[in-house]
């Protein structure tokens, strides 16, 4: 079992920068697929960012592309996104989420999520 706790969610003025982190407890969660997910009010979930185990392929959407960045320390069982250059649209509900297969299309592992909201 993994679980997952996001931290850093917060409210920030439109350019301004956060930084999300996502903290695992479970020693497989090294080699999980790792990422995010976002959902704002009245919308579907959107997939926003996902880092292999290894940390040696990153894949974005498209909204978010150039302007966010995951990463993730094994070592510290810990997966993070930098959010820079940030709009009223980033405005979310921002899920951590894992599995052990090699894709996040359908994650096992759900963190309790963290809210961020971007003022114009």
């Known amino acids: 079992q993994v679980q997952l706790v996001e931290s850093g969610g917060g409210l920030v003025q439109a350019g301004g920068s956060l930084r999300l982190s996502c903290a695992a407890s479970?020693?497989?969660?090294?080699?999980?697929?790792a990422g995010w997910f976002r959902q704002a009010p009245g919308k579907e979930r959107e997939f926003v960012a996902a880092?292999?185990?290894?940390?040696?392929?990153?894949y974005y959407g498209g909204s978010v592309k150039g302007r966010f960045t995951i990463s993730r320390d094994n070592a510290k069982n810990t997966v993070y996104m930098q959010m820079n250059s940030l709009k009223p649209e980033d405005t979310a509900v921002y899920y951590c989420?894992?599995?052990?297969?090699?894709?996040?299309?359908?994650?096992?592992?759900w963190g309790q999520g963290t809210q961020v909201t971007v003022s114009s």
């Open positions: 479970g020693r497989a969660f090294s080699s999980y697929v």
């Open positions: 880092i292999n185990w290894s940390g040696s392929r990153e």
């Open positions: 989420a894992a599995d052990a297969s090699e894709v996040l299309d359908q994650p096992t592992y």
